[in-house]
């Protein structure tokens, strides 16, 4: 059975930090791209930042500069360091494995108050 289990979330003032962390089991996890994803009320989910098996890492273009998505396969947790947090990054935040299937986690809250 899949697990994908994020933490780190909170509430946080405007220019502040959060890491977001995402602890994963069931899966081949070394061989998943791993991603983060946001949701704010009323909007579609969006992919913030990927990183590949081979270590290939994509953000959007709204937190380049900003965050900094990472991995530890001996770990099996992907991390998600974010930095000059916004207002507009108030969102729940998922973890989503994917490789033959895609997987999600249950989703953290970040509120970032201005």
């Known amino acids: 059975q899949v697990h994908l289990v994020e933490s780190g979330g909170g509430l946080v003032q405007a220019g502040g930090s959060l890491r977001l962390s995402c602890a994963a089991s069931g899966i081949i996890f070394r061989l998943n791209t791993m991603g983060w994803y946001r949701q704010a009320p009323g909007k579609q989910r969006e992919l913030v930042a990927s990183?590949?098996?081979?270590?290939?890492?994509n953000y959007a273009d709204s937190v380049k500069g900003r965050f900094t998505i990472s991995r530890d396969n001996a770990k099996n947790t992907v991390y998600l360091q974010m930095n000059s947090l916004k207002p507009e990054d108030t969102a729940v935040y998922y973890c989503n494995a994917d490789l033959w299937h895609a997987y999600w986690g249950q989703g953290t809250q970040v509120t970032v108050s201005s």
């Open positions: 990183i590949s098996s081979g270590g290939s890492i």
